[in-house]
């Protein structure tokens, strides 16, 4: 088959590899409908993400049709459509059955980060790829839902929820900032709508991204350059903040944002990945009883928000700015980098 593999820094080729093949009785094939490309995969691309080695198959967004399955995989059969959820997990040790699928200490995933594909696996940016513990990490695609629409499902939507809207406790009524709009603070938004929010104020330093927020439901924008950025946060909240400030950038000054905006009491998410320690100024916020949240996405929330995805409740179609076809993925990796110019958000490969 052909497949993007890494080959160190800088260094990566769609090429003929090996097609996968079971290797435990647990496991799938799946042939590759859709996938994506993350801000991640960049990261890995750049060299920062050490755990990544030569020779990996990048990807970890994807939907496609099962095409093989082990021994021990009941719950699924040889043509099904499927999610594949961006962390695979046993569902069965400590971890996953407290919740931290992202965790799972499954023998094969003894890193201790569960099982990223693209990462400590191979991933889905190639025709066909394995899935391990196929029962808890591929789900059912439902009919009328599209392979580019339900793509999202597999990391960024899960993530914006897990991370952002539910470990902030988003409730009716709250008004909610969203640090933050590429594609994950866009999760957010969206997925927050679902609790009943009084408003979602999106802030961004793009003002193109500010304004396309609007579709995936923020009621509000604010362009961070503006020297007066903080003031029209506040002024949207009677003055108070932010009852929960979830910041989706991973840089200092976001973090920063998110703390200076937020209201006694409030919560501060944070779902950027930090490349950097940032400050934590804890003299000054003792005395405002924030709940501080972080973590790794599970991906545990992807098959409720299938559901709502096929009731037509939220419809992330509006990701996809971008479709290139599967070989002409290095086209593809050329205008998501250069998303500054070309305004690319999901660029979907089918
Ligand atoms: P992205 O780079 O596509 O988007 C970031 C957005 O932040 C852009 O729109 C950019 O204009 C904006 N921005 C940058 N600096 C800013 C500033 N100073 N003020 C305001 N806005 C600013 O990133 P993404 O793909 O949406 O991912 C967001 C973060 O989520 C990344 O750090 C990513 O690694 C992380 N992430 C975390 C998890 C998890 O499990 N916690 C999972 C997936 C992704
Ligand atoms: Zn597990």
């Not at 496991?27 to 993400?49: Q, Y």
């Not at 407290?98 to 400590?120: F, K, P, T």
């Not at 506040?234 to 200076?260: C, R, Y």
Request: a negative charge; charged letters at 20%.
């Amino acid at each position: 088959m052909k497949a993007l593999v890494y080959h160190g820094a800088g260094e990566k080729r769609w090429e003929e590899v090996p097609d996968p093949t079971i290797l435990a009785p647990t496991d799938a094939i799946v042939r590759i409908e859709a996938t994506t490309i993350c801000g991640t995969d960049l990261h890995i691309l750049k060299g920062d993400v050490p755990a990544v080695t030569e020779g990996r198959i990048l990807g970890h967004e994807g939907v496609g049709v099962i095409t093989e399955v082990g021994g021990a995989v009941t719950d699924l059969a040889v043509g099904d459509r499927v999610i594949i959820s961006c962390i695979t997990s046993c569902g069965k040790c400590d971890f996953c059955t407290a919740g931290l699928a992202s965790h799972c200490r499954a023998e094969e995933g003894a890193s201790g980060i569960g099982w990223i594909l693209g990462h400590l696996i191979d991933g889905t940016q190639a025709e066909l790829v394995r899935i391990p513990f196929a029962e808890t990490s591929l789900h059912r695609l439902p009919d009328g839902v599209s392979a580019e629409t339900a793509v999202v499902l597999s990391d960024i939507l899960p993530t914006g929820h897990e991370i952002g809207v539910q470990y902030g406790g988003v409730k009716a009524g709250d008004v909610v900032a969203v640090v933050g709009t590429g594609p994950v603070g866009l999760a957010a938004i969206m997925t927050a709508q679902l609790y009943g929010p009084s408003k979602i104020i999106a802030i961004d330093l793009d003002a193109n991204r500010v304004e396309q927020s609007r579709l995936f439901g923020a009621t509000h924008g604010v362009v961070a350059g503006a020297e007066d950025w903080r003031d029209q946060v506040l002024a949207l909240t009677d003055g108070l903040g932010v009852d929960v400030a979830i910041e989706a950038v991973g840089v200092p000054a976001t973090w920063g944002m998110a703390l200076d905006i937020v209201r006694a009491g409030g919560h501060v998410a944070n779902v950027g990945v930090h490349g950097a320690p940032v400050d934590f100024p804890i003299d000054r916020l003792w005395i405002q009883n924030l709940t501080i949240t972080t973590g790794l996405v599970n991906a545990d929330t992807a098959r409720m928000l299938t559901r709502l995805v096929a009731e037509g409740r939220i419809d992330p179609a509006v990701f996809v700015s971008h479709r290139f076809a599967l070989d002409a993925i290095e086209q593809a990796y050329d205008t998501f980098e250069r998303a500054a110019e070309t305004k690319a958000l999901k660029v979907v490969l089918t």
